[in-house]
């Protein structure tokens, strides 16, 4: 499989050079729209991962990344929101990029101004 | 996505306890973002048939480590704004459950990870902030080298 050029398609690769071999192996990987984690794409693992219809794109199966359980929170958005200091630290910034947890949050920053 | 690219790779023997090979971060005064879309890892020398996992995490403060120079893709650009650190004998201050990456590899293997466009991970704006290498092995001590390279 031309692992490069399925960059294309969205999938990030892992690519391993065996001592023994010539032969490169590789695998996917995704990058979590919501978290920004990555990966690694194990077909059969059982491990249930989500999609995102807002973003468009695949999320790591964390609950917190759950689109069906905390809504689209996008990463940029929990980005920005950690930029700006209004979350600390940046696990915090979930509750600004998910919207309506404004309060709880905004008590949290003042507490430790 | 545009902007100059940087590279930085950076050693350390591995010992029983988790340490760094490699963070790169913003640096002190200067905030801006960072996007890594490269990495490898690898152990040097003769290492023995053995399995380690490497970690790359998030960190807001680079600990104490041998500063590293980021090489430039592009001769034309400027020098990079974030730091490197390879070597660290303090390590980062880890984010809790801010692991990015987890790679389970054989030590005599080399491994790279190449991110998708758009999926890089990224570096936020804030002084200090960036990402850590590290790995760990009950009895192992060979050098271990993690390499990074970013657009910012």
């Not at chain 1, 999938?11 to 032969?23: N, T």
């Not at chain 1, 359980?69 to 910034?93: Q, S, V, W």
């Not at chain 2, 879309?37 to 003769?46: L, P, R, V």
């Not at chain 2, 980021?70 to 001769?75: A, I, Q, S």
């Amino acid at each position: 499989m031309n692992y490069i050029k399925e960059r294309s398609k969205g999938k990030g690769v892992l690519l391993f050079s065996p001592h023994d071999s010539d032969k490169d192996q590789g695998q996917h990987t995704i990058t979590c729209c919501h978290c920004n984690h990555v990966f690694i794409i194990q077909p059969g693992s059982g491990k249930e991962r989500g999609w995102c219809f807002m973003c468009g794109a695949s999320t790591c199966g964390d609950r917190r990344c759950s689109p069906a359980l905390n809504g689209c929170a996008p990463f940029e958005k929990k980005l920005e929101a950690y930029e700006r200091r209004t979350a600390l630290p940046l696990e915090g910034a979930w509750d600004i990029a998910k919207g309506g947890i404004w309060v709880r949050t905004m008590r949290e920053v003042k507490l430790r101004a | 996505m545009a902007g100059a690219r940087y590279p930085a790779n950076g050693d350390q023997n591995l010992t029983t306890t988790r340490i760094t090979a490699l963070s790169v971060t913003d640096n002190a005064t200067t905030a801006h973002r960072g996007w890594v879309y490269d990495m490898y890892f690898g152990n040097e020398g003769t290492p023995a048939d053995l399995a380690g996992t490497y970690l790359v995490e998030r960190c807001t403060a680079p600990g104490t480590a041998t500063a590293v120079t980021p090489g430039k893709v592009d001769e034309q650009d400027r020098a990079a704004q974030a730091v490197a650190g390879e070597n660290h004998t303090v390590e980062p201050t880890y984010t809790a459950n801010e692991i990015m990456l987890e790679v389970p590899v054989n030590h005599r293997g080399t491994y790279r990870w190449i991110a998708p466009p758009g999926g890089e991970l990224v570096i936020p704006a804030t002084t200090t902030d960036g990402f850590g290498g590290n790995s760990l092995h009950a009895s192992a001590t060979t050098l271990f080298r993690i390499g990074m390279a970013w657009i910012e």
